[in-house]
């Protein structure tokens, strides 16, 4: 059974970081699309950045050169990286994996082709 489990949320000022994980369980993440998704309250889902099973990654545009996805093969560790972080940033960030092929840019736009869900972190970004 696949699992994904979070960690690493918290609450921060402005112009921090914080680095959010997602180890997995019963699966291999090199073969599978792998992104991260955020929810505001009163706001849709969005994509945030994401890993295609052929490696290519992306961002959307809000986070682009802020955050940075990566991750630990060997651990089966998804990461996310972000650093000067805004308040507009504040949101339940979700991890997320899916076996269907496609690009990284696709996956930004699919959060319905994922099929496998963490529990959801809160971030929040407040002074």
């Known amino acids: 059974q696949v699992q994904l489990v979070e960690s690493g949320g918290g609450s921060v000022q402005p112009g921090g970081s914080l680095r959010l994980s997602c180890a997995s369980f019963g699966y291999t993440y090199s073969t599978w699309c792998v992104a991260w998704f955020r929810q505001a309250p009163g706001k849709e889902r969005e994509g945030v950045a994401a890993i295609s099973s052929d490696g290519s990654i992306s961002y959307a545009d809000s986070v682009k050169g802020r955050f940075t996805i990566s991750q630990d093969n060997g651990k089966n560790t998804l990461y996310l990286q972000m650093n000067s972080l805004k308040p507009e940033d504040t949101a339940v960030y979700y991890c997320?994996?899916?076996?269907?092929?496609?690009?990284?840019?696709?996956?930004?736009?699919?959060?319905?082709?994922?099929?496998?869900w963490g529990q959801g972190t809160q971030v929040t970004v407040s002074s």
């Open positions: 997320a994996a899916s076996y269907w092929v496609m690009t990284a840019i696709q996956a930004l736009g699919s959060s319905n082709d994922f099929g496998y």
